[in-house]
């Protein structure tokens, strides 16, 4: 497994990026915002993004959804309990002094025991409301690897 973390934007987010070391296909987590920065995080690991995974719907973490998506023709994926804080991005962005990134489109929606994958990589999807109603986090049981967005 090729694991990256890259802090994005003016909160430092940590973003994710994943990939399996034979296919090169890549699932990023929470691109929050500085997309090129996390484009070239790919491109130096020969990677083709196929999904694209927020674990809650914070701006800091879902936004610069949209620009990867455009990129790289990736879904993006969100648990269906945090849509109505996609409709607050501007709110959002008064709050930390950031440009409102605009609309964001989820293209599937992520329960409780669903799957995400990329290549031989294999993620089980735990539903953690607390810090938002739809927060998720990712288990990678062949390398006994949480990614838990801000649920820690």
């Not at 694991?3 to 034979?22: A, F, M, R, W, Y």
């Amino acid at each position: 497994m090729i694991h990256e973390i890259l802090p994005v934007g003016p909160l430092q987010c940590n973003c994710s990026v994943i990939g399996d070391k034979t296919s090169r296909e890549a699932i990023v987590i929470d691109p929050g915002d500085d997309i090129q920065d996390v484009l070239a995080l790919v491109r130096k690991h020969n990677l083709q993004v196929k999904q694209i995974v927020v674990t809650h719907a914070h701006i800091d973490h879902v936004g610069g959804a949209m620009k990867l998506r455009t990129a790289t023709g990736a879904p993006i994926l969100l648990n269906q309990n945090d849509y109505a804080l996609l409709k607050m991005l501007d709110v959002q962005a008064a709050w930390i002094g950031v440009p409102t990134p605009g609309k964001v489109e989820v293209d599937h929606s992520l329960s409780q025991a669903d799957t995400v994958k990329a290549g031989a990589l294999e993620a089980n999807v735990i539903h953690t409301p607390g810090h938002t109603e739809g927060s998720i986090c990712l288990y990678f049981p062949a390398d006994k690897k949480l990614i838990a967005g801000d649920t820690l």
